[in-house]
């Protein structure tokens, strides 16, 4: 009886294992182009301290959503006021946390890591404003693509010789989830990611993916 139930539990586990990994070749086979090798695909996270909106100048005008939502002057005040604190108080946090763990962003918007920075804050369409964190990053043996897997959108892509091929750095004291993309501009963006996805993603940078 015992064997059966874990028979049954094998199975089912088999079964939406395979159901992930149909959800992945689904979000990311419209993006790909003939030929083009995947090596390895996650789930990550911009660093909570990187930058939380884009400069207004780098921001493109989204459309009203389909349902012509919209805010209200009051919300758009609460908004600015409640960035103003919260960028006073990562700012500080962002001083502080810096020393053990390294600086989350460098090069500001006009390097390749604030261009890359810039594609996932921008989020897909539907989102109006520049705030989001998260992204699903595809590597293939051409490029990088940056997709949003809620959504299934492309966010935008990178060439790979933008990125420094090597095990990247690390800090006795960081935080374990953290991996720094670095640039060949010598800029730098911090990643985010669940645990079982740092070594992955470190492998793919260090060119053994």
């Known amino acids: ?30 993006w790909l182009q ?29 459309p009203v959503p389909p349902d012509g939502w919209d805010v209200s002057v ?26 053990p763990h ?7 918007w006009s390097s390749q890591a604030g261009l890359f920075l810039l594609m996932v804050r921008s989020g897909p369409s539907r989102h109006r404003y520049y705030e989001n964190d998260d992204a699903f990053l595809v590597f293939t043996d051409r490029r990088l693509l940056v997709l949003h897997r809620e959504s299934g959108e492309r966010l935008g892509e990178l060439a790979l010789h933008h990125l420094v091929v090597g095990e990247p750095k690390e800090r006795e004291f960081r935080q374990s989830e953290r991996v720094d993309l670095s640039f060949t501009d010598g800029s730098l963006l911090a990643l985010t990611m669940g645990s079982d996805e740092v070594k992955k993603l470190r492998d793919l940078l260090a060119g053994r993916a």
């Not at 015992?2 to 395979?18: C, F, G, K, P, Q």
């Not at 995947?38 to 930058?51: A, C, E, F, I, K």
């Not at 390294?102 to 500001?108: E, N, Q």
């Open 74 to 99: 009051f919300d758009r005040v609460l908004r600015i006021v409640h960035h103003a604190l919260l960028g006073w108080f990562l700012g500080l946090r962002r001083i502080v946390w810096s020393y």
């Open 102 to 108: 390294g600086r989350p962003f460098t090069g500001g």
């Open 1 to 30: 009886m015992n064997e059966a139930r874990a028979e049954r539990l094998r199975a089912r586990i088999a079964a939406r294992v395979a159901r992930q990994e149909q959800a992945v070749r689904d979000l990311i086979s419209p």
């Open 34 to 62: 003939p030929q083009e090798r995947v090596r390895g695909s996650m789930d990550v996270q911009v660093d909570w301290l990187t930058p939380l909106r884009a400069p207004r100048r780098l921001r493109a005008a989204k």
